[in-house]
């Protein structure tokens, strides 16, 4: 049997998994746009230049339907297109670049889903690991109340300028470091 994905040990996910437009969840030039930037750093706290990290979210309204549209593809030649540019469809995947950055363009989160939930695919990771954004402001929900401060401060972005936010990813720290990741296993 040949072995899975996760039984193999990457850098393979920047080849297959990005797609056109991939960072822009929301409509270019759309005045509610917030940046969510970054760096994904391993348990040296050396940038990876070769992650891959998807993004979840409910609509600005609430709504977790979203709209199709991310992957669409040309029906003449079958080439995929990526996103049409006005919908909003709730997910992003974005690839980190040579010096391990990665920058998103999306909504700030419905008060009643307050986070992005974010999947990162990295080299050395036999399973990709989940997490959670909050922005500055947000209602506190069941997962930020049961951290410690230190710990709760591993989800949530900083403001960098007006509409930019910052957010790194660290796979391994102390405790003051390292991002918090769920278990749903």
Do not use: K
């Not at 003449?76 to 980190?96: E, I, P």
């Amino acid at each position: 049997m040949e072995p899975t994905p996760s039984q193999t040990v990457g850098p393979f996910f920047g080849y297959g998994l990005p797609f056109p437009g991939g960072s822009d969840v929301a409509p270019a030039g759309h005045p509610d746009a917030v940046s969510v930037h970054g760096f994904v750093y391993d348990g040296e706290g050396n940038p990876i230049p070769d992650a891959i990290l998807d993004f979840w979210q409910a609509a600005p309204d609430g709504s977790r339907a979203g709209s199709p549209g991310s992957l669409r593809v040309d029906t003449s030649n079958g080439r995929l297109l990526g996103r049409d540019g006005v919908r909003f469809t709730g997910f992003g995947r974005v690839g980190t670049d040579g010096d391990g950055h990665w920058a998103l363009r999306t909504f700030a989160p419905a008060p009643d889903a307050p986070y992005l939930a974010v999947c990162v695919f990295a080299r050395g990771l036999l399973h990709h690991l989940f997490t959670r954004i909050y922005f500055p402001g947000a209602p506190e929900d069941a997962l930020l109340a049961g951290l410690s401060p230190e710990r709760r401060a591993t989800l949530l972005a900083r403001p960098e300028s007006d509409r930019v936010l910052r957010f790194d990813v660290r796979l391994q720290g102390g405790e003051a470091e390292e991002t918090v990741f769920l278990d749903f296993g």
